[in-house]
């Protein structure tokens, strides 16, 4: 059994050695520095490092010690917390995620040696509203004592920012797992909704209101538990601090109820239309209500009703489904626990749930008021072809004068960067193919300039490649990436470089702007993109300042 007592004294031990030794560096001029180091970390390579990024990090406005909080500027990047690897005691390890809440970052208490999520937001990033939020989030999850909910350890500030450390999940959200290509059967998908309804139920008994359900706030653990996540919205009863105004819409858009969608209050029959929302993309593959904007979402979830349910649904299912999403709050089930009933008994009937993975997975065209679904009797529409997919993910990494500070992380194509950081893509196909990188931005005249970033030389089929890294330059902006995968060689994408002549420029952006734009989705590899031709094409927008 292993001595935990022995393990967080020594780990203790070892983050005091570390502040000791950088405190007596940073009190010494730079050219002394390095004699320093030499005796204090002798036959420590791990040591010298860690103190090393952390003097990097400590000369950079937005150092998150605790001696140099009180000098930092009014705004706090995110990315930059990642690099200081400290908040109050908690190691940065690594970034998990931003939301529109927060940045979360995996971290571990030096105190108790506990890995721990921990949710961070600045003092002057974010507004009021906000700020009572992110104090909801921590009230309304640490006043809830249930296994299929978060652990809240603590909420607490330091200095420029407000923290939240939970209890860390490694696993998936139900929304990866249903975009995933290994997809679990109805019977166990369904599983995973059991769970959840099993935490809103208790929520709901303890006076709170979620009013964010939705698949990304449903994660999946590795043993196959479920864990709701994001009281941010939350509405406790007794609970101070100002309720949601009359008109003000709260929730995310495809998965709010119709009262949310017209800013209307919310109680707990808000939380049971939500929930028939998961389990409608549980049962069909697709969300019920959809739009090509927020206007038209909205105009959907309050007006319109949803295609039928899949035929091979069990009609109990369909049914729950139905009243769950009844426009009227007086015609959905009268409370999360009678939808726990009923699903549970459904559950318990595994012999009646369709044998196959993919339940729900046949495609839906609408025209107007006609829906065409390609049933089992009827002409199936063509699968995406498999040789036509590609994942991506963005690498990251600060730098200062020119050096790497901190660790590489997985970046958001929603971050914004600083001049002089760097990034890479890792991209991946189940097949070989051909990849090819293009960077459109501002140049130094202000004027967009085209660059072929990859391929560097003669261009070679590849199911793997990380790219080199790429710096952003001086010039702020956006930077919009281009990325294309073909089976065969592109001749008009083959020159690596700036591509200098305007007519050569223009034709390859028009090639990619022609391109038919592929599907994405998310899975715990990074962004799939799948082909909607014979050569994939996507880009991203990369701000940086």
Not at 259 to 268: T, V
Request: with cysteine.
């Amino acid at each position: 059994m292993l001595d935990l007592a022995r393990m967080e004294d020594q780990k203790a031990g070892e983050w005091e050695r570390i502040r000791e030794i950088l405190d007596s560096a940073l009190k010494l001029r730079p050219d002394q520095r390095q004699p320093y180091l030499d005796e204090a970390c002798a036959g420590d390579p791990a040591l010298r490092s860690e103190v090393e990024s952390l003097i990097a990090a400590s000369e950079q406005p937005a150092f998150l010690d605790r001696d140099l909080l009180p000098s930092l500027t009014p705004t706090l990047n995110m990315t930059a917390v990642h690099a200081a690897r400290t908040i109050g005691s908690y190691r940065i390890v690594d970034r998990i995620g931003a939301g529109g809440m927060g940045t979360v970052f995996k971290a571990v208490d030096s105190r108790l040696g506990r890995t721990v999520a921990l949710k961070v937001i600045s003092h002057s990033s974010g507004s009021g509203d906000e700020k009572i939020r992110f104090f909801r989030e921590a009230k309304a999850a640490s006043a809830l004592n249930h296994p299929n909910i978060v652990t809240i350890y603590e909420y607490d500030s330091d200095a420029a920012v407000d923290y939240i450390a939970m209890e860390y999940i490694p696993g998936q959200t139900l929304h990866a797992w249903l975009a995933s290509d290994q997809r679990p059967p109805l019977h166990t998908l369904l599983g995973y909704a059991l769970q959840a309804a099993r935490a809103i139920a208790a929520a709901h008994a303890a006076g709170i209101v979620h009013r964010d359900l939705k698949t990304k706030n449903i994660m999946v653990t590795t043993d196959g538990t479920v864990k709701v996540l994001d009281f941010g919205l939350a509405k406790q009863s007794g609970l101070g601090g100002p309720e949601t105004q009359s008109g003000a819409v709260l929730g995310t858009p495809g998965y709010m109820s119709p009262e949310q969608a017209k800013g209307e209050p919310a109680d707990r029959r808000s939380d049971i239309f939500s929930f028939g929302v998961i389990l409608y993309e549980i049962a069909c593959g697709r969300r019920p209500f959809t739009g090509d904007d927020l206007p038209s979402t909205l105009y959907a979830v309050v007006h319109q009703d949803p295609a039928p349910v899949d035929p091979a649904v069990p009609k109990e299912l369909a049914a729950v489904i139905e009243r769950c999403l009844s426009k009227n709050p007086e015609h959905r089930p009268e409370s999360m626990d009678a939808v726990l009933r009923e699903l549970s008994a459904i559950v318990d009937r595994p012999g009646d749930m369709p044998k196959r993975s993919d339940v729900g997975r046949r495609t839906v065209i609408v025209a107007g008021a006609v829906t065409v679904i390609a049933a089992a009797t009827a002409i199936l529409l063509p699968r995406h072809d498999d040789s036509r997919r590609v994942t991506y993910s963005i690498v990251a990494q600060q730098m200062v004068e020119g050096k790497p500070v901190g660790q590489e992380y997985i970046a958001s194509a929603n971050d914004t960067f600083h001049n002089g950081w760097r990034f890479r893509l890792r991209l991946a196909s189940p097949h070989p193919a051909f990849f090819y990188v293009i960077d459109q931005g501002p140049g130094a005249s202000g004027a967009n300039r085209l660059w072929i970033l990859y391929p560097r030389g003669k261009p070679a089929a590849a199911e793997q490649l990380l790219t080199e890294w790429y710096v952003f330059d001086q010039n702020p902006g956006s930077e919009r990436l281009w990325m294309a995968s073909s089976e065969k060689p592109l001749a008009l994408l083959s020159v690596p470089g700036e591509v200098r002549d305007p007519t050569l420029s223009r034709r390859i952006l028009d090639y990619l702007t022609e391109l038919p734009p592929a599907s994405a989705s998310a899975t715990r590899d990074g962004v799939q993109l799948r082909a909607a031709g014979d050569v994939l094409g996507a880009s991203i927008e990369l701000r940086h300042q």
